[in-house]
């Protein structure tokens, strides 16, 4: 129900896109977020939208170079990342929400359905 795609290999300083397609019961009211995992790392959250764009949640390590964005009519969130560092690499996973919670938006537990992730490698 959750599909990301748009990972691969850059370099440091490239730029990246990732896009997340919902589809089947995932509705475009609910809240997205991605998260991602880094090699012998836990699952850590990166960012997430509110459905109507109201509101965008950064992590503090990729503020002013992530952004979190939706397309409701194509039932898609896509996250930028700009100035791509070695420490970015690790596999990026896309969720949402039924409920948005100001407490829960960054824990995984927050979150109602995962995609399978998509690989991004950052070489220095």
């Known amino acids: 129900q959750l599909q990301a795609s748009g990972g691969g290999l850059v370099q440091a300083g490239d730029s990246l896109r990732l896009s997340c397609a919902a589809s089947?019961?995932?509705?475009?009211?609910?809240?997205m977020g991605w998260f991602r995992q880094a090699p012998g790392k836990e699952r850590e959250f990166v960012a997430a939208i509110t459905w109507s764009d109201a509101w965008t949640y950064y992590a503090d390590s990729v503020k002013g170079r992530f952004t979190i964005s939706r397309d409701n009519a194509k039932n898609t969130v896509y996250l930028q990342m700009n100035s791509l560092k070695s420490e970015d690499t690790a596999v990026y996973y896309c969720?949402?929400?039924?409920?948005?919670?100001?407490?829960?938006?960054?824990?995984?537990?927050?979150?109602?359905?995962w995609g399978q992730g998509t690989l991004v490698t950052v070489s220095s």
């Open positions: 089947g019961r995932i509705l475009r009211s609910y809240t």
């Open positions: 969720a949402a929400a039924i409920a948005f919670s100001y407490s829960n938006y960054g824990r995984l537990n927050g979150y109602d359905y």
